[in-house]
Every structure is written in C-alpha cells, then in structure tokens.
C-alpha cells in the first residue's frame, strides 16, 4: 500500500517540517481511540449526577474542574497573549461549552449511540467539506439515514424533539469546535491554549449551570463531578488538542466517525441500552458513511 492508501500518508498527516510525520500521525490517531472512549463512558458513567445536577449543572461543574486543573497544570502566561490568541480561545471555549451542554441534555432525553450518532453529523460534515465536496456530500445523507434507524426501536421512534434538537446543536458545536481547535493549537505553544479556553467554556457555561449545581451539590457529588471531569471534558480535549496537530481537519473528522460505535458499547455496557437489528444498521451506516468519506478525502 501507498502512503495514499494509509492513514499515515499526506491526505492525514498535517503540514510539518518534522521527520516523524508517520510516528505523529498513528499517535494522533491513538489518541483519538483514547480520546473517544473517555468521553462515551465517561458520558455513560455520568447518569447518576446528571440525576441531581441536572445536565447543565453537571456540565458546569466538569468544565470548572476542568478549566482550573489544567490552568494550574499549564501556568499560562495570560498577560503575554495578544488579542489574536485571545480571540482564538474565546471562539474555541464557546464552541467547547456548546458543544458539552448540548449533548449532556441531549443523553438526559434520548439514547446515548442515537446521541453520538447525531453529533457525530458535524464532524462529518467537517470532513466532508475538508475533503473537497462534490459526491462526498452523500456521505451526510447515508449518516442521516443511520440516525434515522437508530431513532427506530422496531416499535415506536426513540427519544423526543428537544433531545434531539439538542443533539443538533452539539453537532454544530462539534463541527465548529474541530476547526477552532485547529486553529487555537496553531496559536499557542503546548496545552496553553487548552488551557485559556476551557476558562472562556466554564464562563459561557456558568448562566446555564451555575443555579442549577448550586441547588443539588453536595461534597460527594462535588467529589464524583470532578473525577467524571477527568473523563469528560479535560483528558479528550488534552488528546484532541494535541492530535489536531498533526493530523489534517478532515482526517480527524473522519477518523471520529467511530464515535457512534463507542458510544453504543458504553450505552450497553454501563447503561443497558441494547440495540436492535435496525438501530445495529444505523451504526453501521454512519459508519460506512465515514468509510466512504475516508477513502474519497484520499483520492
């Protein structure tokens, strides 16, 4: 196989001077797995604080936690940044907070694989318009199709119209968050700019969630929110921040494809929820739709 027939080759790897752009690129794409499968079952896990909390109290509370580990992890020089890398983190801390409060509400309505696979619409369609357009545009229509299989039980449609509106807006979140995550890792050295823009999420996430925590929280509910942060959001944004450097937007996009998949094993595994026939073949379809783009963002 060529290196156009790998994930290893130019269509991945991002533009760089290095001579370790294979070793980066298959790292990028470890991280990415990692990345994936802390947020799925960290999703999962979080059912019996999002009971108490509530979604966005519970998001709040994990994007706080979150933001200042890593700011006293990171020590970011914040009076040294320019109004550049200011608005960078801003734009990528909003997407962040978007992104996070929509789905958690999201997995409070509906079922987490159809919840993946909805958000997963943007990242796709990322990669979709990354990879050059044209026939590639069928590859969202064949994911819609998979979501709507999934919506499907074999008896009723699953799920509600806020959930799934909210799921909507995390694939908006997702999509915008990917390309703002190129771009703040190109404006700032190591997890600075991680760092700075999980500040601007807990902020834009506090109107929502602020109330909400303060009703329910109690020292061990305070204990539990802050480890589940270290599933979701800090370790998958520390992955991703750092794969996006070394992998193109598309291929990250394409790669997360597998998303849908993950998701389905954490709701089975920690939350029960099995899957039928069809909603089995609306995994495979967003999947596929992902193959497809794969191999047409190559060529």
Same mark, same amino acid.
């Given at each position: 196989?060529?290196?156009?027939?790998?994930?290893?080759?130019?269509?991945?790897?991002?533009?760089?001077?290095?001579?370790?752009?294979?070793?980066?690129?298959?790292?990028?794409?470890?991280?990415?797995?990692?990345?994936?499968?802390?947020?799925?079952?960290?999703?999962?896990?979080?059912?019996?604080?999002?009971?108490?909390?509530?979604?966005?109290?519970?998001?709040?509370?994990?994007?706080?936690?979150?933001?200042?580990?890593?700011?006293?992890?990171?020590?970011?020089?914040?009076?040294?940044?320019?109004?550049?890398?200011?608005?960078?983190?801003?734009?990528?801390?909003?997407?962040?907070?978007?992104?996070?409060?929509?789905? !958690? =509400? *999201?997995?409070?309505?509906? +079922?987490? @694989? $159809?919840?993946? %696979?909805?958000?997963? #619409?943007? &990242?796709?369609?990322?990669?979709?318009?990354?990879?050059?357009?044209?026939?590639?545009?069928?590859?969202?229509?064949?994911?819609?199709?998979?979501?709507?299989?999934?919506?499907?039980?074999?008896?009723?449609?699953?799920?509600?119209?806020?959930?799934?509106?909210?799921?909507?807006?995390?694939?908006?979140?997702?999509?915008?968050?990917?390309?703002?995550?190129?771009?703040?890792?190109?404006?700032?050295?190591?997890?600075?700019?991680?760092?700075?823009?999980?500040? !601007? =999420? *807990?902020?834009?996430?506090? +109107?929502? @969630? $602020?109330?909400? %925590?303060?009703?329910? #929280?109690? &020292?061990?509910?305070?204990?539990?929110?802050?480890?589940?942060?270290?599933?979701?959001?800090?370790?998958?944004?520390?992955?991703?921040?750092?794969?996006?450097?070394?992998?193109?937007?598309?291929?990250?996009?394409?790669?997360?494809?597998?998303?849908?998949?993950?998701?389905?094993?954490?709701?089975?595994?920690?939350?029960?929820?099995?899957?039928?026939?069809?909603?089995?073949?609306?995994?495979?379809?967003?999947?596929?739709?992902?193959?497809?783009?794969?191999?047409?963002?190559?060529?």
């Amino acid at each position: 196989m060529t290196d156009m027939e790998t994930p290893t080759g130019g269509a991945w790897a991002a533009p760089t001077n290095s001579a370790d752009d294979r070793r980066r690129v298959y790292l990028a794409i470890v991280f990415c797995l990692l990345s994936m499968s802390s947020v799925q079952f960290g999703a999962a896990l979080s059912t019996p604080v999002m009971q108490e909390l509530g979604p966005f109290g519970t998001t709040w509370l994990r994007l706080c936690f979150a933001a200042v580990a890593l700011m006293l992890f990171v020590r970011p020089p914040l009076l040294s940044y320019g109004k550049q890398q200011w608005f960078a983190a801003a734009a990528l801390g909003t997407a962040m907070a978007t992104m996070t409060l929509c789905f !958690f =509400a *999201a997995i409070e309505r509906i +079922p987490l @694989g $159809l919840a993946v %696979a909805i958000d997963f #619409l943007g &990242p796709l369609t990322v990669a979709t318009i990354f990879g050059g357009g044209g026939w590639r545009l069928l590859c969202p229509a064949v994911a819609a199709a998979g979501v709507l299989c999934l919506s499907w039980d074999g008896s009723a449609w699953v799920g509600d119209t806020l959930g799934v509106l909210f799921a909507l807006g995390a694939a908006a979140g997702w999509g915008s968050y990917i390309v703002l995550m190129k771009q703040a890792g190109q404006q700032f050295t190591g997890l600075e700019g991680l760092s700075v823009s999980l500040l !601007f =999420a *807990a902020l834009v996430a506090t +109107p929502f @969630g $602020l109330h909400k %925590a303060a009703l329910g #929280l109690s &020292p061990e509910l305070a204990f539990m929110t802050g480890l589940l942060a270290l599933l979701v959001p800090l370790l998958p944004y520390a992955l991703e921040f750092v794969a996006l450097r070394w992998m193109k937007a598309s291929a990250f996009g394409i790669l997360m494809s597998l998303e849908p998949a993950i998701g389905a094993g954490a709701g089975f595994i920690v939350l029960g929820q099995a899957l039928t026939p069809s909603q089995m073949l609306g995994v495979a379809l967003v999947i596929t739709a992902s193959a497809a783009g794969t191999m047409s963002s190559q060529t």
